[in-house]
């Protein structure tokens, strides 16, 4: 009786890992994709210069039609807006997939450091291709996989798991040319400031 009694706590234990398990895969693979990065510089940069600099690399990096800036608060060390890039698909059969991508960048900044933040992609397609096709996959998850709710009337889920793959490819180049830039234009300018 007492075998009984342990073979099926045993089993309910191992049920219950297996089905924890199995909803923290799908919780981890269902956030919308988001990046962020502590960014640190030479100790000697001031809170100040690097906030001058990430705000100079955001007029320079986009242009006014592509980033609206929501907060500028230099005491607090925030800089924060929304940004997009425009998503040309590959391929003629992918055309209404063409439009923007969205998201919101957050500069967070501290004595000799910076925080990058990217988070809410979302793919809005331009309807005025063809009006009749919902080719529209909005917000951006981390999963590799498409996993949208759509009724296919004139696309296909091969069609939109292929422009999904492709405007994750695309989101992966900006953030590291975002890195890069941001990078290059903080030290440029508080080197420039401390060596006169």
Known sequence: ??????????????????NFNLFAQEDS??????????IKFDSTFAKNEIFNSAEIWISKYFNSSLFVVEVKDKEAGLLSGGGNFKFIPKGLASTCYQGIVEFHISIFVKEGRLKLELTNFF?????SINSNVDCELGLIMMDENYRGAKTYWGTTK???QKNWADIHEKIKMLIAEINKTLIEEVNNKTKLNSDW
């Open 1 to 18: 009786m007492k075998g009984i009694i342990q073979i099926r706590v045993l089993c309910i234990l191992f049920l219950f890992f297996v």
């Open 29 to 38: 693979i269902s956030k919308p994709f988001s990046y962020s990065k502590v």
């Open 123 to 127: 793919h809005d397609a331009d309807n």
């Open 158 to 160: 091969s069609l939109d």
